[in-house]
């Protein structure tokens, strides 16, 4: 009563209910595929409420404290203050370790639907004009999770998380000409320096999120406003767009994914353990872990470093390192091709027209030829980076491991987009499924005891 | 037409070598049956003796000072002998085998008394430690454990690749003492630790550490064999996204 009252007095005052009814009929898509990038969405709702768990307990300095917590091996030891309050948060607080863990395998689960949404809009050219500019959002959003991911697991200060920092900062000051002065701008100092842990706590729990929550919300305000693409099917044309309606089925199903997701992380964040700072010890200039991966979204770029050639050569009088061109160059180079893509492909295909339908990998053979290709060289530099990891559990010589994905790291890409092209053209050409349904029989006994069989022919797979 | 005679030198020739390959064998058997030293071995020390000629003396040689087979065992001491025999590393069924971790060939005293007998054959070289893991001090330990070893053990004894084709072993199945010998010895390319640079109080707190992480060390929940990213990235892509996108697929339509 009271309610429909309220109600009723909004919509008279601010005319809600038209805004309300056009946009609570606005239809959402239905086909599974679609719904990767909502489990990033909700799986960064999820980091920003662990998150702000951590943040009642976590202390981002690097003062020195003798830890006298519950955690006997690491008891009377000299460590930072941030590297104590995660011990303190992971072994005193209570749920701490379960948020902390939690925490973490969202922000995994997080990457992961980002790159299969990436996969999924690009295999099925989904970023065609007029929806270009979604895209170079989404693209953003990857890197500025990649950003999110390296500062959030720096800030424990443990041994692992100093050496990835360390590699950072090497990279930094590979840049010619200005790479000391960056470093020392961006890093405070001398590494490590005394500012880096504040300066990355306020990047991880403040400038990143905000960045990532304003390219969400730009990325899902282009979506709500030119609308999804949809597969071609009976009924639907360039021109309309079918799918569930937002209110009640598609927001109650989202609602269900989140539950999901969250359920999946929690659960995760419940079993099994991650990141167990305890073990690597606190950070100690003198020393590195082993073994020491990144998370997997950036096992490219630590794959790419462990891949190069040692060259190191000079122009213009300056010696330009080592880790210049496999650190800045191309991952730089790799990031502006992915943003741009749909302008290189309508430049290349000469297709300018607006596109909604989404296609079928095989409809741009050409595109998933070169897709796979990528998939192919991001798994093999992913490989790469855990090469000591992988070489230890296959029993082989790490130098023979590395010999084997330089070679793959070329030849892979090639054979896969090769395969990849012949598979779809063909496919295209040849127009079915290559895999036939096959016929049935149905066979039914009447009430009087005789048999009827009723025949269903074969056909393409649906 | 019988056959023809073989002249009469070759027979002579024949009959020569014969005689100087049954010489040969003689002295062999007599050379074998010397007394190898001036005490007469204990009873221990002649099991050993026997299993040594059967499995090592091929490529160590008869008199322990190596051969082009395998390295002399001059210095090498009771601890490594131990070592590589109570860890199945030795004896290696090729003599270019890099030696691993499996079932031990020996029983304990069929070890005893190889570790007694290459004592007396070859004298020097450390002894086997002794140990008390129970008096060590955990959180020395882990400082220790995470200063020395966890560059190329893996900080949570999970082992890993190192140079040169070389594995250093995860450290879950190794006993206390095995572990012990092999830090005073450093077999393959792990450097020995001296008492000097690691007392025996320090050796006691790293095994303390170890054990302590065998018990303790699934805080949190599966330690996914304690590798790090590699794993939980699998996991995360695997069982994680594999988990969530099961459900939109049979949630979702699917044309």
Redesign the interface.
């Known amino acids: 009563m009271i309610v429909e009252r309220v109600v009723r007095g909004l919509d008279e005052r601010l005319d809600g209910g038209s805004f309300l009814r056009r946009n609570l009929t606005k239809v959402f898509p239905?086909?599974?595929?679609?719904?990767?990038g909502e489990?990033a969405l909700y799986a960064f709702a999820l980091l920003v409420l662990t998150g702000i768990f951590l943040t009642f307990f976590f202390q981002a300095s690097p003062e020195p404290v003798v830890y006298d917590g519950p955690y006997?091996?690491?008891?009377?030891?000299t460590v930072s203050a941030a590297y104590d309050s995660v011990l303190r948060l992971?072994?005193e607080v209570r749920a701490g370790?379960v948020m902390r863990?939690t925490h973490h395998?969202a922000a995994?689960?997080f990457m992961?639907?980002v790159v299969?949404h990436l996969l999924r809009v690009f295999f099925t050219g989904a970023f065609r004009k007029p929806r270009e500019l979604t895209w170079v959002l989404g693209v953003l959003l990857l890197f500025a999770g990649i950003g999110a991911g390296f500062t959030g697991y720096s800030l424990p200060d443990d041994?692992?998380s100093g050496t990835g920092l360390r590699i950072i900062y090497s990279g930094v000051l590979s840049i010619p000409v200005v790479g000391a002065w960056a470093a020392f701008l961006f890093f405070g100092g001398e590494f490590p320096a005394h500012a880096l842990l504040s300066r990355l706590y306020v990047l991880h729990v403040l400038l990143i999120p905000l960045v990532i929550a304003g390219l969400i919300g730009a990325h899902l305000a282009l979506v709500w406003r030119q609308t999804h693409t949809q597969?071609p099917?009976p009924g639907r044309t360039e021109d309309t767009v079918t799918g569930i309606p937002v209110w009640p089925r598609f927001a109650l199903?989202a609602l269900?994914?989140m539950f999901?997701?969250w359920g999946?992380?929690a659960g995760?964040g419940?079993?099994?353990?991650?990141?167990?700072v305890?073990?690597?010890?606190p950070f100690?200039p003198y020393?590195?872990?082993?073994?020491?991966?990144?998370?997997?979204?950036a096992?490219w770029l630590e794959g790419l470093l462990r891949l190069w050639p040692n060259w190191e050569f000079h122009l213009f009088g300056r010696t330009i390192g080592t880790l210049f061109l496999p650190a800045v160059v191309v991952p730089g180079v790799i990031t502006f091709v992915l943003a741009l893509w749909p302008w290189i492909e309508e430049r290349v295909s000469g297709d300018h027209a607006a596109h909604h339908f989404a296609q079928r990998p095989r409809e741009a053979p050409v595109r998933s030829g070169i897709g796979a290709a990528g998939v192919a060289f991001f798994t093999v530099l992913?490989l790469a980076g855990?090469?000591?990891?992988?070489?230890?559990f296959l029993?082989v010589?790490?130098?023979?491991l590395n010999g084997v994905l330089t070679a793959a790291v070329v030849v892979l890409p090639i054979a896969c987009g090769l395969v990849t092209y012949r598979i779809c053209r063909d496919l295209r050409d040849g127009g079915g499924h290559p895999i036939a349904r096959p016929g049935r029989a149905r066979v039914r006994r009447t009430a009087a005891g005789a048999f009827e069989v009723e025949h269903e022919p074969g056909g393409p797979a649906? | 037409m019988s056959a023809p005679r073989r002249p009469r030198e070759a027979r002579l020739l024949a009959r020569l070598v014969r005689g100087g390959l049954l010489l040969a064998l003689l002295g062999q058997l007599a050379w074998s049956f010397r007394p190898s030293s001036s005490q007469a071995l204990t009873a221990d020390e002649s099991l050993g003796r026997e299993l040594y000629l059967a499995s090592c003396s091929t490529c160590h040689g008869i008199d322990g000072a190596g051969t082009e087979l395998g390295p002399s065992l001059r210095g090498a001491g009771p601890a490594a002998v131990h070592f590589v025999l109570s860890t199945g590393r030795m004896p290696l069924a090729n003599p270019g085998d890099q030696p691993v971790r499996q079932a031990p060939a020996f029983s304990e005293r069929e070890i005893a008394a190889l570790v007694a007998y290459v004592r007396r054959l070859a004298p020097g070289g450390p002894e086997i430690p002794t140990i008390d893991p129970a008096t060590g001090d955990?959180?020395r330990?882990?400082?220790l454990y995470?200063?020395s070893c966890?560059?190329?053990?893996?900080?949570?004894a999970?082992?890993?690749?190192?140079?040169?084709?070389r594995?250093a072993p995860a450290l879950d199945r190794a006993t206390p003492l095995e572990i012990a010998e092999a830090v005073r010895i450093g077999p393959g390319t792990m450097p020995a630790f001296g008492e000097r640079g690691l007392s025996p109080a320090d050796l006691d707190a790293i095994l303390a550490?170890l054990l302590?992480?065998r018990e303790n060390?699934?805080?949190?929940?599966?330690?996914?064999g304690?590798?790090?990213?590699?794993a939980?990235?699998?996991?995360?892509?695997v069982?994680?996204?594999g988990?969530?996108?099961l459900?939109?697929?049979l949630?979702?339509?699917?044309?």
């Open positions: 239905d086909h599974w595929s679609f719904m990767l489990i006997a091996p690491m008891r009377g030891r992971s072994f370790l863990q395998w995994l689960l992961a639907a299969a041994l692992l597969f099917g199903k269900g994914l999901v997701t999946v992380a995760l419940g079993l099994v353990q991650i990141n167990p305890w073990l690597y010890g100690v020393s590195a872990p082993s073994p020491a991966q990144p998370d997997f979204y096992g992913m855990s090469n000591d990891v992988l070489a230890a029993s010589e790490v130098d023979t649906r | 955990l959180a330990g882990a400082q995470l200063d966890a560059a190329c053990h893996g900080a949570g999970s082992g890993d690749s190192i140079g040169g084709g594995i550490y302590w992480l060390g699934s805080r949190g929940g599966l330690q996914l304690r590798v790090g990213a590699v939980e990235g699998l996991v995360a892509i069982v994680g996204l988990l969530i996108v459900v939109i697929r949630t979702g339509a699917r044309a």
